[in-house]
């Protein structure tokens, strides 16, 4: 291959061609950990690093959306219970538009599929996505998550390389099993996602009898400030229904668009969809006595532990009016809560965070939240001017207009009063570079696959052979290696299915595991 830069000369020609660098220069030593405060976080600013990767991430499609890209959405509204289970909410939080029973807040909603593009069938193995934007008295609050509770990563670090192994191979601009497979058999805390993904659940049958989850970590707030852990769930009333891969191969040969037009024609015809918004709640502490981390999203809240409590029910009843003024251009953010809500030190939902809203004022454009479907339905006045494409300034009533700026004695805007003791917690701890302690990599998924009932692994088997039949013998035996840690049983299908002698592997995988465990106990293995 001819060199891209003839005339660049090499400074340090001891530097190997394929080691990992940044856009400026710098040999890149640990592509795995955000820096943060302690391993469990929260994540600091100056993760140059990072900080470079995902904001050339965010910037890779115009203007398709990088994920997400198909998608369908419809309006409708939110009704709150006034109560978590049998408990007065404001106990656990003061955001207000769950304080009422019977209260109403307008929302938007949009469901998508997360890795193939705009025109793409929707009936692809692929998580979906299930974003909700909630019009509050207070502003806006968006909760975005996916219809499966868990994740492949942890550490939003990975997030460009996940998303990339997934996308179309950058040469065929054909996806390709063997990437995929390459990047998941060197990421042991995917196995409990791909455990759902290639199983029945990985192809929801509509977007109507689907789950949501809000998949990461958050807080609730009270009054006092004091916060506990929550997490989302949505749960269909329509139930829920997922597609085997044969199943999904008939829809696809006669109709690519069958959730859209299945979600569209409900709502046209009044058969309007409806979902209960369920919690998790936890303390909000480290919960030693749990064989994993609470903030860790590749992982499920056992329910027996932290049941499922109702705090309200959504209703979709009225479909767009333009697609593209509406479901395109709607732009939803892990970072925008109201007074009440918080975030947790879960480090993909930090990175998340500043991913998605920088997403949207690079997609679309600095003044998105000008636009009808993304702009607050209550009081807005800041102290932002100019940016591409602004088309009206947020003044207040009787505002100085010469005055953008706070504080000031001339007209201009005030802070607000605060609405309670604000949450303070408490962040001690050396700056590292870190996995969490308590990985448990293998246990949860080994759970999931042992509760799939006998049609959903036989599926998952399937698909999974079928995927990696064409990879290299190495990922298919590092991959057959993550799914006899989850389950004896699971790793020993997989691998009659590939004609690999488990016996020889197991054996093999044993010794493995014996020395290991030897290595770390004389100190050789951190």
Not at 178 to 205: K, V, Y
Not at 404 to 420: D, F, I, M, R, V
Request: hydrophobic share 35%; aromatic share 10%.
């Amino acid at each position: 291959m001819s060199d891209p830069n003839p005339d660049d000369s090499v400074i340090n020609p001891n530097t190997e061609e394929q080691t990992l660098t940044t856009r400026q220069g710098h040999p890149v030593t640990d592509n795995q950990n955000l820096r943060t405060v302690g391993s469990r976080g929260p994540t600091t600013l100056e993760n140059y690093h990072f900080l470079e990767k995902i904001t050339h991430f965010d910037r890779e499609r115009i203007p398709e959306r990088v994920v997400h890209a198909r998608g369908a959405g419809a309006h409708g509204f939110f009704e709150a219970y006034g109560k978590v289970g049998d408990e007065p909410i404001s106990r656990y939080t003061r955001a207000k538009l769950f304080q009422e029973a019977g209260k109403r807040t307008p929302v938007f909603v949009r469901f998508s599929t997360v890795i193939h593009g705009n025109h793409s069938p929707e009936t692809l193995r692929d998580p979906r996505g299930f974003a909700v934007k909630f019009y509050t008295e207070e502003g806006n609050w968006d909760l975005v998550g996916n219809n499966l509770k868990i994740f492949f990563i942890r550490d939003a670090m990975k997030f460009p390389d996940l998303v990339h192994a997934f996308k179309p191979d950058p040469v065929t601009n054909i996806q390709d099993p063997e990437r995929i497979f390459d990047f998941i058999s060197q990421t042991p805390e995917a196995t409990h996602m791909i455990t759902f993904l290639f199983s029945p659940w990985g192809i929801p049958a509509n977007y109507r009898e689907m789950q949501g989850s809000g998949v990461n970590t958050y807080k609730w707030v009270n009054a006092e400030g004091k916060a506990v852990l929550v997490k989302y769930h949505w749960e269909p009333r329509q139930g829920i229904r997922n597609l085997t891969a044969d199943e999904a191969a008939l829809i696809q040969g006669k109709n690519f668009s069958h959730a859209t037009q299945d979600l569209y024609e409900a709502i046209e015809k009044g058969d309007f969809p409806e979902w209960e918004l369920c919690v998790q709640i936890m303390s909000d502490d480290a919960h030693p006595e749990l064989d994993f981390d609470p903030l860790d999203p590749t992982k499920l809240w056992p329910q027996e532990q932290f049941p499922f409590l109702p705090v309200g029910r959504m209703v979709l009843d009225r479909n767009p009016i333009d697609y593209h003024a509406e479901v395109e251009q709607v732009a939803f953010g892990t970072g925008v809560l109201v007074d009440g809500l918080d975030f947790s030190d879960d480090k993909l939902l930090q990175g998340r965070t500043f991913s998605y809203s920088d997403t949207q004022r690079y997609r679309v454009g600095s003044n998105y939240l000008q636009l009808p479907v993304n702009a607050p339905k209550t009081h807005v006045a800041t102290n932002q001017r100019g940016g591409q494409m602004a088309y009206h300034v947020d003044l207040a009533e009787g505002q100085n207009p010469h005055v953008n700026y706070e504080p000031s004695t001339l007209g201009g805007l005030k802070e607000a009063a605060p609405s309670g003791k604000e949450h303070t917690p408490h962040i001690e701890g050396p700056l590292v570079r870190q996995k969490i302690e308590r990985t448990n990599d293998f246990a949860q998924a080994g759970e999931t696959y042992r509760r799939h009932n006998d049609a959903e692994r036989n599926d998952l088997i399937s698909n999974l052979v079928s995927a990696l039949k064409d990879c290299q013998p190495h990922i298919q035996q590092q991959m057959v290696k993550h799914f006899t840690l989850a389950d004896e049983d699971y790793g020993r299908q997989v691998a009659e299915g590939l004609e690999m002698d488990f016996l020889s592997f197991k054996e093999g995988l044993a010794k493995g595991v014996e020395q290991a465990h030897k290595e770390s106990i004389e100190g050789e293995v951190y």
